[in-house]
């Protein structure tokens, strides 16, 4: 199969990169090159923030109604191949089937949300604010935003902030994962598809270099940023001396509160979807199990272990398994599985029980592929480097609590807050919980607490460096600045 060599995009041009240097995209599931993407250099940085620039005054003065026609025709061309940026997703990724699909789906969603803009970006007037005076609030777009992708969802992640940012009248410079380049692209060839006026959108291919010279650019008023949390606060802490815009979310160990009242059979099979999906890599996957008392503790550790040696690990396009509801792929890359079988050496020498050890599993055909199984930890204590760090694997701890109280302790005590739920059929207590439990996104009886496309997302404390939270109706502030009006007009002599 002939290896897909990857362009940028700028001034709606694609175009290469001239003197970088190039890395390979594997597919995790096998290691065959699928495609190279080039490294690019701040030059080319600095060529799409320019065609950004030129074009931002034309773009930002074009009628609302006319922003979003774009939008429109890209949404009927992400529904109408549907399936094939699936398996795009999936050979880049390493993530099933049905998950990719998934990501496509809330990736429309969040076109379709946008398209809404004529609504979602009007603004206030009070008549009579004063004596013959009247307050208005405007909200106009600002300049040209950026965005640094992460590997996990190469579609649905920039489809937080693009449409958004497009539909508001700003211009954009997007850089994806330089892991997973491959799926934007081919959203980025429809998208050159769509009526966007030259310099609108672009693209630019990279690594670090690149983001680095994303935050420093003077020429972009605001950067979107999805990663580990100790990049989150460096690109916020930047963006601040710059009197840049900023929303950096960060990094999450998300715990699910289990009540000796839930439903335990839903439960423990709503656990495995959520912990297991798409390899334990998303940042609203669980990965701490907190049971209150000693019966749910035995019970949940039972039924969960059981459960978890019976989920399949194999190359997601594998024919034999591709449309089953629950497979579970590889992780992104080698130096991913060094780290997660350090952490699982880790939780070993701390003391806590390997119940299920996932080292060492065999997928046919895998064997150039960056698999780990479900690997569960029992026994755990609070604190420890098991329970605190962000493992972004298939690694589950189970910790026990002896009250509802207890639980919520264990969940505001942990440095991250991006998602938590609970499983429980008593109101007090999911009220208790929703009121009491610090993290931006909360679950009641669901497993993945992540919202829909016209509610934001976002979490708390080391999760989220920002004020202003991702996606529908709360992102418009974000790419939007606010303009205050006070006016009075006298009477004609």
């Known amino acids: 199969m002939a290896v897909r060599k990857l362009r940028n995009y700028a001034n709606g041009q694609w175009t290469e990169p001239a003197g970088c240097d190039w890395l390979d995209v594997e597919n995790p599931s096998n290691g065959e090159i699928v495609a190279r ?14 065609a950004a620039q030129a074009a931002f005054p034309g773009w930002s003065t074009t009628p609302v109604d006319k922003r979003v026609a774009p939008l429109f025709s890209l949404a009927a061309m992400i529904r109408d191949n549907r399936e094939t940026l699936a398996r795009l997703i999936t050979e880049e990724n390493g993530k099933s089937l049905p998950d990719a699909r998934a990501e ?28 013959g005076i009247d307050g208005e609030v405007m909200r106009l777009p600002i300049g040209v935003f950026a965005m640094i992708a992460p590997f996990n969802f190469p579609a649905m992640v920039p489809f937080w902030f693009i449409p958004y940012a497009l539909a508001t009248g700003n211009t954009f410079v997007l850089k994806p994962s330089e892991l997973v380049p491959c799926t934007m692209q081919t959203l980025t060839e429809f998208m050159d ?29 605001g950067v979107s940023v999805v990663g580990r949390s100790a990049t989150a606060k460096a690109i916020a802490e930047a963006c601040v001396r710059t009197n840049k815009r900023f929303q950096a979310m960060g990094g999450a160990k998300n715990h699910l509160v289990v009540m000796p009242d839930a439903r335990m059979d839903e439960a423990v099979r709503n656990m495995i979807t959520s912990g297991y999906g798409c390899a334990g890599q998303r940042c609203m996957a669980s990965s701490a199990i907190v049971c209150v008392g000693d019966a749910t503790y035995r019970d949940v550790t039972d039924r969960f272990v059981r459960a978890s040696r019976e989920v399949i690990v194999a190359n997601p396009l594998d024919p034999e398994v591709a449309d089953r509801p629950m497979v579970m792929g590889p992780v992104i890359s080698a130096k991913a599985k060094e780290f997660i079988l350090s952490m699982i050496d880790a939780g070993v020498k701390e003391g806590a029980k390997l119940a299920l050890d996932g080292r060492g599993v065999h997928v046919r055909g895998g064997e150039k592929g960056h698999f780990i199984g479900p690997t569960v930890f029992t026994e755990v204590r609070p604190g420890t480097a098991v329970h605190q760090t962000e493992i972004f694997g298939p690694v589950q701890v189970i910790l026990k609590a002896a009250t509802l109280e207890t639980a919520i302790r264990i969940v505001n005590d942990h440095p991250y807050g991006n998602g938590a739920s609970i499983y429980t059929q008593n109101g007090y207590h999911a009220r208790k919980f929703k009121l009491e439990a610090q993290a931006g996104m909360i679950g009641v009886n669901v497993g993945i607490p992540a919202p829909v496309a016209y509610l934001p997302f976002g979490g708390m404390k080391s999760s989220q460096f920002s004020h202003i939270k991702a996606q529908g109706r709360a992102i418009v502030n974000f790419f939007t600045q606010d303009k205050i009006v006070t006016e009075r007009y006298w009477p004609e002599a």
């Open 193 to 221: 598809r769509c009526g966007f006026p030259k310099g609108v959108f672009n693209v630019v291919n990279g690594d670090r270099a690149v983001a680095e010279a994303i935050v420093g650019h003077p020429g972009i008023a």
């Open 37 to 50: 993407v080039p490294l690019s250099r701040p030059g080319d940085l600095n060529t799409a923030v320019a």
């Open 104 to 131: 496509i789906d809330r990736t429309l969603e969040n076109v379709e949300t946008a398209c809404g803009m004529p609504v979602l970006q009007q603004g206030d007037k009070l008549v009579g604010a004063a004596p």
